[in-house]
């Protein structure tokens, strides 16, 4: 994979588009998992409103673990991309 080159003067505006990169990454992941079944909720733990609530926080929780840790490698094209319009808008 091409590993993205930042230079000083936009180290601070290439974390940003990092964050936002792997932030729309995880919810993409997550609803992923949620059409997977992974967010609902299980018969062992007895159910109710409450369960289902906190299935769908540690789905979003999961979700986003797995994309800082790299996820389906989207966040990386994502944050090219996004790379790529910033310095050409910034040529302006």
């Known amino acids: 994979m091409q590993t993205l080159l930042v230079s000083a003067g936009a180290a601070h505006d290439g974390s940003k588009l ?7 990454e995880a919810q993409f992941i997550a609803e992923m ?12 733990f007895g159910g109710g409103a409450g369960e289902a609530q906190f299935a769908s926080m540690l789905n979003d929780e999961y979700a ?8 389906f490698g989207l ?3 994502i944050l ?3 790379m790529e319009t910033h310095h050409e808008t910034a040529d302006f």
């Open 18 to 24: 990092r964050a936002a990169a792997v932030a729309l």
């Open 33 to 44: 998992l949620k059409a997977a079944g992974f967010s609902e909720a299980r018969e062992a």
């Open 64 to 71: 986003g673990a797995i994309a800082r840790r790299g996820g």
């Open 75 to 77: 966040s990386e094209r």
């Open 80 to 82: 090219q991309s996004l």
